[in-house]
């Protein structure tokens, strides 16, 4: 059942996405390709160029703040219940989960700014 979800979903987004460019005729499509070599040609800064880059890069930090957000709630979830357990332990728990919650914030902020430069360099 999930992955029929996620196909509809997909073949929704596809036609989603699709529908604009077959909506063109061939004469809007050769009309809108001329003016686009037009305004490469004169290098315009308004230039529409879309390179998806930029949409990449935005979904790549929206991930990664996901992910990160994730992990942190497992860290916190793990750490707190071993401390209960054990609170004998909580000292060294909480120095490891320290240590792990850095590691991960130091991946994650890699990946965030990986992200900003690439969208620094999409052109639109």
């Not at 040609?41 to 308004?46: L, N, S, T």
């Not at 992200?115 to 620094?120: M, V």
Request: charged content about 15%; some cysteine.
């Amino acid at each position: 059942m999930k992955t029929l979800r996620i196909l509809v979903l997909l073949t929704f987004c596809f036609a989603i996405f699709v529908t604009p460019i077959l909506a063109q005729t061939s004469e809007e499509k050769a009309a809108a390709d001329k003016h686009a070599l037009e305004m490469e040609r004169a290098k315009v800064p308004g230039a529409l160029s879309f390179s998806g880059a930029g949409l990449g890069a935005g979904i790549g930090a929206a991930l990664t703040l996901v992910g990160a957000g994730i992990g942190f709630g497992k860290i916190g979830a793990a750490a707190l219940e071993s401390m209960a357990r054990q609170p004998e332990v909580a000292p060294r728990v909480q120095t490891a989960m320290i240590i792990i919650g850095a590691l991960l914030e130091g991946a994650t902020f890699f990946s965030l700014i990986v992200c900003i430069l690439i969208s620094g360099n999409a052109r639109f």
